[in-house]
């Protein structure tokens, strides 16, 4: 069995740090896998507020079903920890904490503040690779290869392209990241935390004072302007919503402002990226996935900005949708182009996919298995795209729906399992085929009314053919003083 040849830097996605209170009382978790933590975060979102809170301490990497309601869920990295045991058995696994890191480290775990600019993080991935490299003797004169989940990727590009981390980097394998930004970002920031009856204004006035949530805002032009008929970039809160919505009066300069700062992040790592020559590159393996229900048309008409799970008619590549959170296409570093040949789809949503095991064989590539490290063309297996909401409401039905990519299944039975996280009875019920559609490409479904909790969600198709999402059910009746 190959043995690990290089370090590997692990960066989570936004949420997937455990944050704790700054040192002495780092034991007095603000957000992270424990109950107390998810409650508090649920029922005191000012925990996260970064001007209140400037110094929480980034102390692991989260394990289980992780909630930073009511933005997402992620199912935590526990799983990609057991994939790389299981496939390098001797390999030491050590969580980044300065000045203490494992001399026979083998995999570097680098937690860091979700909250703050992806340059702030960047940083700190140099300080964590520097200090682990001091303690081993190379084997390679880029001894580095990092695995980023979401915007860990944008992360370790920032510490590539800007911090020079090309000198030390082999090759960057990147799991849904919004390379190019997501239309999600604009929903969030503009129409508010959540979605429907969970839209929560208490975590929209946090995340607004994030820097990293601007830094997800679509870096090309996303905006359908239905007054001009022309698409475009949002940067600056047009004069017209702000007069259909007067409480975006107050946000207009804030969101002008960072959103330049971000664009500024942006610049500085294309510009860092462009300036390198091919031979000091790193190879980039960009994960992504498509056909899940993802947020991906925006438009300004009116005076309101929609977000719908269209796909813009003006970016190409129509029906690939993507992972429920990133557009396909958005997943998709610059410097890769538009051709496919380099590009590794899955069938993952984007919580999901960052403890996916297919990231394994590239490391055994570079370990010196016989291996491939590069992508092909798209399987010809199907497989399942779910749209489908991470969060529900309490008591109320949650429609579902399935689509076959990327050709029809001749399929008697589609049928839904949901099952408690934790324990407790399942339920199932039988998907309809979409009549609108041709057969066997959609079904269609809901969720039955169930209690506040977390749950699985399991869509079979025929013998081998499934796909999982994890749902979080929130009372909007609990917490909800402002």
Known sequence: MARLRHLVVVLPGIGGSELAGPEPAVEQVRYGLTASALVGAVASPARLDLARSPRLEPVKLVK????????????????????????????????YRPGKVDPRTDVLLVPYDFRRSVADAAIRVHEAVEEAL????????????????????????YWVGVLEGWRRCRALITL?????GAPKALDWLINGAGAGRLRDPR?????????????????YPAVWDAEAAAPMELTTLPASMVDADPGLAAYAETFAGMAADARAVHERLRDGWSALEAAQRPDVVPYFARGHGTPNLAT??????????????????????????VPALCAIPVELGESPKDWRPVAARHGPMG??????????????????????????????GLDLEDFAVAGEPEPLTVNVLPAPLAADRVRMSV???????????????????????????????????????????????TAQAQVVVLDPQVGETR
């Open 176 to 180: 849904g990241t919004p390379a190019r």
């Open 203 to 219: 975590m929209t006035r946090v995340i607004r004072g994030w820097p990293s949530m601007y830094e997800l805002l679509p870096q």
């Open 300 to 325: 300004v008409d009116d005076g309101r900005l929609t977000v719908s799970k269209e796909d813009p008619p003006w970016r190409g590549n129509a029906g690939w949708a993507g992972d429920g959170t």
């Open 419 to 465: 099952t408690p996280i934790g324990g407790g009875p399942r339920q199932v019920r039988d998907l309809l085929p979409d009549p609108n559609c041709p057969a066997g490409t959609r079904w269609r479904g809901e969720l039955p009314p169930l209690p506040a909790g977390s749950y699985d969600v399991t869509v079979e198709a025929g013998v081998d053919l």
């Open 64 to 95: 289980d079903l992780s909630i930073l309601p009511p933005l997402l869920t992620l199912p935590g990295y526990q799983r990609i920890r057991l994939h790389l045991y299981n496939a390098f058995p001797d390999a030491v696994i050590d969580t």
């Open 355 to 384: 403890s996916i095991a297919d990231p394994v064989d590239v490391l055994r590539s570079y370990a010196g298995e016989p291996i491939p490290t590069r992508g092909g063309e798209l399987p010809d297996r199907p497989w399942l």
């Open 134 to 157: 001091s303690h081993r003797l190379s084997r390679d004169d880029r001894p580095v290869i990092v695995l980023a989940h979401s915007m860990g990727g944008l992360v370790a590009r």
